[in-house]
């Protein structure tokens, strides 16, 4: 028998885990079949003929973020399938629960204002994960919505959905 088809512990064998059964492959696929329905979801944004659009047509971004998303997922498949881990695992900490409804608080902020968005989730997670030093939390809740905002708007010539701060810019 090959080390990859045992795993050994405390100097006992347990059975190999089944495929289905590998936390790398259900995660995975639970990737893949959310990939495919946004990509779905792309399909169905309005067409603008290239010659009217100067920046990205509005299903390139999108699809490019899906093709990264499957490439990571596919290195996630073959470095968890090359390296088992160890069994069992400890439950995830708090701060991982946290973080996750900061992400849904975002969505609910993004109504308003994508960019106050922005600046609501980065500041959280700054102060949620443990940095106290307020000028970076500041510069990092005020910087990097403006790097965002500027890097699409004047170098990938993408607008925004008008919201509270981008109506104050655009008009």
């Known amino acids: 028998m ?20 590998r936390d790398e492959i259900r995660i995975a696929v639970a990737i893949l079949v959310f ?7 792309t399909t169905t944004f309005a067409r603008v003929p290239p010659r009217l659009s100067p920046g990205l047509m509005p299903h390139e971004f999108p ?7 499957l490439g990571l ?6 470095q968890g399938l090359a390296h088992p881990a ?5 439950p995830l900490p708090w701060v991982t629960w946290v973080s996750a409804v900061i992400v849904v608080l975002f ?11 922005f600046a609501v989730f980065f500041i959280a997670l700054a102060l949620l994960w443990g940095e106290r030093r307020w000028q970076w939390v500041v510069a990092v809740g005020v910087v990097m919505p403006a790097i965002i ?6 170098i990938l010539e993408v607008r925004f959905p008008r919201g509270l701060l981008t109506s104050l810019y655009y008009d």
């Open 63 to 69: 699809q490019f973020l899906l093709y990264v998303l």
């Open 107 to 117: 969505l609910a902020v993004m109504e308003i204002d994508l960019f106050l968005a």
């Open 35 to 41: 990939s495919g329905w946004v990509f779905w979801m």
């Open 2 to 21: 090959s080390d990859h088809d045992v795993t050994q512990r405390s100097g006992e064998f347990a059975p190999p885990v089944p495929l289905w059964r």
């Open 149 to 154: 905002f500027f890097g699409f708007d004047h």
């Open 73 to 78: 997922t596919a290195l996630m498949v073959v």
């Open 86 to 90: 160890e069994r069992p695992r400890t």
